[in-house]
Antibody, heavy 118, light 108 residues
Framework: EMQLVESGGGLVKPGGSLRLSCEGS????????MNWVRQAPGKGLEWVSS????????SYADSLKGRFAISRDNAKNSLYLQMNSLRVEDTAVYFC???????????WGQGTLVTVSS | ETVLTQSPGTLSLSPGERATLSCRVS???????LAWYQQKPGQAPRLLIY???SRATGIPDRFSGTVSGTDFTLTIDRLEPEDFAVYYC?????????FGQGTKMEFK
């Protein structure tokens, strides 16, 4: 059974940094692209970033303006999101999601909550 | 930038009825890259439909997806109590993904 487990969320002050992790199991991790998607409290889904299976190709939502960095360690079956210069509006549940052939996301983690507040 | 507009915002129905959810895309897109997700409170989204009309693994055939031009439709026949949730459409294009704002399906 495919599974993704996120960790690393928490409370951080505006301007601070946080690193999220996502560990995959039940599938060949290094064969698939991976994504981060976030959801602010009571709001809809927002795509954050994507990384190809090898880590060669990376893309980000324009709204992030270079503050976030996605990476992966295929030897550890792990995906990461380094978040810097955090703002109150970055408060959200962050999901990692596995990519599939048609660019859909066929497996999601349970999410990790990031709260940016003074 | 591609914009996905879902309608209605809220859909009030009863178990056993048919639900029709719409996702209108702002420009001509590759239908292969349109997906639908279901999300229940406190849970992660679950993939229902990909490639506009293909059901994901384990999704009952009550769920179906169709497309006409830039209008994508998710139809749920014979609603079950567990189908009442929020539904999102998603599209990939130009190295980025876009979600619709969601349709909430509630009990009438």
């Amino acid at each position: 059974e495919m599974q993704l487990v996120e960790s690393g969320g928490g409370l951080v002050k505006p301007g601070g940094s946080l690193r999220l992790s996502c560990e995959g199991s039940g599938f060949t991790f290094d064969s698939y692209s991976m994504n981060w998607v976030r959801q602010a409290p009571g709001k809809g889904l927002e795509w954050v970033s994507s990384i190809s299976s090898s880590g060669t190709y990376i893309s980000y939502a324009d709204s992030l303006k270079g503050r976030f960095a996605i990476s992966r360690d295929n030897a550890k079956n792990s995906l990461y999101l380094q978040m810097n210069s955090l703002r109150v509006e970055d408060t959200a549940v962050y999901f990692c999601a596995k990519g599939a052939g048609g660019k859909q996301n066929d497996c999601w983690g349970q999410g990790t909550l990031v709260t940016v507040s003074s | 930038e591609t914009v996905l507009t879902q309608s209605p915002g809220t859909l009030s129905l009863s178990p056993g009825e048919r639900a029709t959810l719409s996702c209108r895309v702002s420009q001509s897109v590759t239908t292969s890259y349109l997906a639908w997700y279901q999300q229940k409170p406190g849970q992660a989204p679950r993939l229902l439909i990909y490639g506009a009309s293909s059901r994901a693994t384990g999704i009952p055939d009550r769920f179906s997806g169709t497309v006409s031009g830039t209008d994508f439709t998710l139809t749920i026949d014979r609603l079950e109590p567990e189908d009442f949730a929020v539904y999102y459409c998603q599209h990939y294009g130009g190295s980025s993904w876009t979600f619709g704002q969601g349709t909430k399906m509630e009990f009438k």
